[in-house]
């Protein structure tokens, strides 16, 4: 089994279906806030690997659902800037293990490590508000130590 760092939004009900799966699949996980995690331009960037560019993107973002940011317009080097500044339009989860890291919940190493999806299993990618065309609630902030 793997242990899997697990950049998540806080609070978001997509994220936690995933991290029970990865679980449940036997995995050890470390959580870490998607929101608060001081990134760097190379370091995230590493999640994307040869993904397109608008594939970088959580389609659920506030900015992103508004027309703001049209994904598929925006350049590599824009893409990052935007994140940088606004960690919510980062497609999540972010997960990292000792075979790679990706951005979502549909592509390797992911994809190995939950093995042959179960018929009628709910999907464990996109966002499961109840409310689609609503933006949930902002996360609280952290607690200090």
Not at 64 to 76: C, I, R
Not at 80 to 104: K, S, Y
């Amino acid at each position: 089994m793997a242990n899997v760092t697990f950049y998540e939004k806080p609070g978001c009900g997509t994220n936690a279906r995933q991290k029970l799966a990865l679980a449940n699949a036997g995995h050890t996980l470390e959580v870490k806030s998607l929101l608060a995690e001081p990134w760097t331009a190379e370091r995230l960037r590493g999640f994307f690997g040869d993904t397109p560019v608008a594939a970088w993107f959580n389609p659920a973002a506030p900015k992103v659902k508004s027309g703001a940011v049209d994904p598929a317009s925006v350049e590599a080097d824009v893409a990052i800037a935007l994140m940088l500044a606004e960690p919510l339009l980062i497609r999540r989860p972010l997960v990292e293990t000792e075979n790679g890291c990706c951005a979502g919940f549909d592509r390797e190493p992911v994809l190995s490590l939950l093995g042959p999806s179960q018929p009628g299993a709910r999907p464990l990618e996109g966002c499961s508000s109840p409310h689609p065309h609503e933006p949930c609630p902002e996360p609280a902030e952290p607690k200090a130590p």
